[in-house]
């Protein structure tokens, strides 16, 4: 995933200014390396700081591995005494303390899944959505863009044909055998909608049409219809924080691919 391939490269070039193993790292060290940013960017030779963007996108990077590595006492926010003075780098800037409310924490995903059971319909369609969301790190339309020839159920892996950022595809490997097997559960139930069995090129999460002129058509799921279904089950699973489907996709750089779907 390019972002966890990110989120790498940030804590190596902090550990690189530092000159320091890890766990000798403290809060001084952190407080240099971002005044160092503010005033050259990411290349010491330049004469001109990054933008607040790049900024809030380097503290949200270094605070998911703090918060990993248990080093709970580098964590920046707008209260601590290494970070007070890093906010004041523009208004946007201050949006990094919301940061955590906005992405699910593993538990969180967990609790979200459960929350499927709850569902009158379509328990296995969403548990197999979040999943792979999670895992893959996909944004919502690439979750509707899915179809069964993606995923590769022997390798473990999920194919991205088409993205925002790319029109390359893009391969996710190493998805976990947990989340295959509530794929395959999915795939053999009714919930699943083909056309035609045994077609690579159906929509994985395919939705029939049951009103209006387009009645009993096969189509993918529309990108509005998702987001709404997730906010019902977020309210149902009672997580707080204000999270949608784009929440998966840094969830999954948050916590590190952690999977654990028994």
Not at 104 to 126: G, M, P, Q, V, W
Not at 220 to 235: F, G, N, Q
Request: proline letters at 2%.
């Amino acid at each position: 995933s390019n972002t966890v391939t990110i989120y790498k490269f940030y804590v190596a070039h902090l550990l690189d200014h530092c000159k320091k193993d890890w766990d000798k790292v403290d809060r001084e060290d952190v407080k240099q390396y971002f005044m160092m940013l503010k005033n050259k960017g990411i290349d010491r030779n330049r004469k001109k700081g990054i933008d607040s963007v790049s900024f809030r996108c380097i503290i949200s990077a270094l605070n998911t591995f703090f918060r990993y590595f248990d080093r709970k006492d580098l964590i920046i926010t707008k209260e601590s005494t290494h970070g007070s003075d890093l906010y004041q780098r523009g208004k946007k800037t201050t949006q990094c303390t919301n940061y955590t409310n906005k992405v699910f924490k593993e538990n969180e995903i967990k609790k979200l899944y459960n929350a499927c059971d709850s569902l009158i319909h379509y328990k296995k369609y969403f548990k197999a959505m979040i999943v792979l969301a999670y895992e893959a790190g996909l944004r919502v339309s690439e979750v509707s863009n899915l179809k069964v020839g993606d995923i590769d159920i022997v390798y473990r892996t999920v194919t991205i044909q088409k993205s925002k950022t790319s029109k390359v595809p893009q391969t996710v490997d190493d998805i976990s055998n947990e989340a295959i097997t509530v794929v395959k559960e999915y795939l053999k139930s009714n919930e699943f909608i083909t056309k035609h069995d045994g077609n690579t090129e159906e929509y994985l999460f395919a939705i029939k049409i049951k009103v209006g002129p387009r009645k009993g058509m096969v189509v993918p799921p529309y990108e509005v219809l998702l987001d709404t279904l997730l906010d019902k089950i977020i309210d149902i699973s009672g997580i707080p924080g204000d999270k949608s489907f784009h929440s998966f996709r840094h969830s999954m750089a948050s916590n590190l691919l952690g999977n654990n779907w028994s």
